[in-house]
């Protein structure tokens, strides 16, 4: 008898080591395949075969480097789930649900941190726009997963209140959140340094004042020593730039380790960043465009990096059901959730 078959669907670096920390669960009994996140059909493929998506987890940086995240772990590519017919989608964005999906079971875990509820929020729920318009302040919502992983019980609440349906979400932890200590056993260099993580605000087509933040980022270190961590997604030469043109001792790194460079800083200052509930979670004097005692709310739990195992287990309980079962599956609570709870 043939291995039920699972897709798991990256997108950057972040979302594409998610499922993999899951799938890697599940390989010795399902045949687990791995793709970049990919378009839908229509629009999407159009503009995502002129490079107009390059912008997004689509295409660009972020599809880069997820092809050679995926080819330095030998993990098996089957680009948009076109080889197989697949048993269940492990995702972690429903802000495009691919049409060759809609029909499968699907368990969505929650990235990281979203977005502000901004005015595009409001409009594309108001008049049923694609929820991509409002990037990942709509994450959650499109109602097509089975079942919906989240970091803590403040974020339970917070999808519950923008509308998503309670009896589909567990708490489970988040992988690559629920562990901040792990951190603190590193090698970097540097210490008792205030840490600024940017944000890819303009390459995502936000309003970002950046000479105003690194003005505000001085003001805050008030002459401590200043380590700038530039977003993956930035355009490094202009950031670059900015940074020396107001702030000609800071040190600009594009890449490095982010989590350990927390844990070795006094102060961290971000933007949109989700690592700041890395510096919440080790106790770090922490700036941030989002109020930090919400944040504080909805700090991921820390159940010592095994959120992937209890997402793992509601993947296999839903394997389990079968397909049409699993389709319709809601309202029940996974041994994962009393586990994670636990941990918590």
């Not at 690194?214 to 530039?230: M, N, Q, T």
């Amino acid at each position: 008898m043939s291995k039920k078959k699972v897709l798991c669907i990256g997108g950057s670096l972040n979302q594409t080591s998610m499922v993999h920390a899951v799938g890697s669960q599940l390989a010795d009994d399902y045949e687990v395949w791995y793709t970049p996140f990919y378009p839908d059909v229509g629009i999407q493929t159009f503009l995502h075969r002129r490079g107009l998506l390059d912008f997004c987890v689509m295409g660009g940086q972020f599809l880069a480097q997820t092809e050679r995240y995926l080819k330095e772990h030998d993990l098996p590519v089957d680009y948009g789930g076109r080889r197989h017919d697949y048993d269940l989608v492990i995702t972690t964005s429903d802000l495009v649900v691919q049409r060759n999906i809609r029909h499968k079971p699907i368990v969505l875990i929650q990235e990281g941190m979203t977005d502000p509820e901004n005015l595009m929020y409001h409009l594309v729920k108001l008049f049923g726009l694609p929820r991509y318009l409002a990037s990942t302040s709509t994450n959650g919502l499109s109602d097509a997963y089975q079942v919906f992983c989240v970091a803590s019980e403040g974020y339970r609440d917070l999808f519950i209140r923008k509308g998503a349906r309670p009896e589909k979400i567990v708490v489970t932890g988040i992988p690559n959140f629920d562990n901040a200590a792990q951190f603190c056993n590193n090698r970097f260099p540097y210490r008792h340094f205030v840490l600024v993580a940017t944000s890819d605000t303009r390459e995502t087509f936000k309003f970002d004042n950046r000479r105003r933040f690194i003005r505000r980022a001085l003001e805050i270190a008030d002459g401590r020593p200043l380590i700038f961590k530039l977003h993956p997604n930035e355009n490094f030469h202009r950031s670059y730039r900015e940074i020396r043109s107001l702030a000609p001792r800071a040190l600009v790194l594009a890449e490095g380790n982010t989590g350990e460079m927390i844990a070795n800083c006094d102060v961290l200052i971000t933007q949109y960043s989700s690592v700041a509930f890395i510096g919440l979670a080790l106790g770090k004097e922490v700036y941030s465009y989002f109020d930090i005692e919400m944040l504080k709310r909805l700090l991921p739990i820390q159940n010592g990096g095994t959120s992937h195992r209890h997402i793992a287990t509601v993947c296999r309980r839903l394997l389990e059901l079968g397909p049409e079962q699993a389709r319709q599956a809601a309202g029940w609570a996974p041994p994962a959730y009393q586990g994670a709870q636990a941990a918590g």
